[in-house]
């Protein structure tokens, strides 16, 4: 059964840069059947689609976001990343990987199929 | 960009009762790329249905959903006191890639 687990530091201090991983279980991500995505969602709120990678390195990034972020992916790790840059407190929030798969277009990866537990990431001095 | 306005924001309801949820799409969206995700508390999203009705594995067969163009609905028949939670409408368009309803919050009396 496939899981993805994130991991990185609980608390960035303003300005600084926000890293996270997510680990990939049960699976392999070096496959072009699907991507991989960062979502987030700050605290009471709804969700907010942040980047997303595919195995081959191939990267699509929410515009409103773009100029802050990195995603990349380590295929020997099986895992991938998030670096998000300038971070302000609005930039807390509860940040996910999932996996994004496709409902009919092969090329097209439509939806979030599976999606890890989620991790916390507060932005305070 | 493609907004999705989810209705209604909250909805309370009892158990055995039937839950309809609308998701309203600025422009139209194509009904493959259409998803719905249940959020319970303290929880990551889990998928419920994509391509607009398709049932995610092990989803019961009380969550339907249907829809095409810029209106969607997710039904759920015979509310159970597990289904209290948050549901989003989720779309594949151009950019941003991926967009979200703002969640309608339902609540079991």
């Known amino acids: 059964q496939l899981q993805l687990q994130e991991s990185g530091p609980g608390l960035v201090k303003p300005s600084e840069t926000l890293s996270l991983t997510c680990t990939v279980s049960?699976?392999?991500?070096?496959?072009?059947?699907?991507?991989w995505g960062w979502i987030r969602q700050p605290p009471g709120k709804g969700l907010e689609w942040i980047g997303s990678?595919?195995?081959?390195?191939?990267?699509y990034y929410n515009p409103s976001l773009k100029s802050r972020v990195t995603i990349s992916v380590d295929t020997s790790k099986n895992q991938f990343s998030l670096k998000l840059s300038s971070v302000t407190a609005a930039d807390t929030a509860v940040y996910y990987c999932?996996?994004?798969?496709?409902?009919?277009?092969?090329?097209?990866?439509?939806?979030?199929?599976?999606w890890g537990q989620g991790t916390l990431v507060t932005v305070s001095s | 960009e493609i907004v999705l306005t989810q209705s209604p924001g909250t909805l309370s309801l009892s158990p055995g009762e039937r839950a309809t949820l609308s998701c309203r799409a600025s422009?139209?969206?194509?009904?493959?790329?259409l998803a719905w995700y249940q959020q319970k508390p303290g929880q990551a999203p889990r998928l419920l249905i994509y391509?607009?009705?398709s049932r995610a594995t092990g989803i019961p067969d009380r969550f339907s959903a249907s829809g095409s163009g810029t209106d969607f609905t997710l039904t759920i028949s015979r509310l159970e006191p597990e289904d209290l939670a948050v549901y989003y409408c989720?779309?594949?368009?151009?950019?941003?890639?991926?967009?979200f309803g703002q969640g309608t919050k339902l609540e079991i009396k």
């Open positions: 999932a996996r994004a798969d496709s409902s009919g277009n092969y090329y097209v990866k439509d939806y979030f199929h599976y």
């Open positions: 989720q779309q594949y368009g151009s950019s941003p890639r991926y967009t």
């Open positions: 391509g607009a009705s």
């Open positions: 990678i595919y195995y081959s390195g191939s990267t």
């Open positions: 422009q139209s969206v194509s009904s493959t790329y």
């Open positions: 049960g699976g392999s991500i070096s496959s072009s059947t699907y991507c």
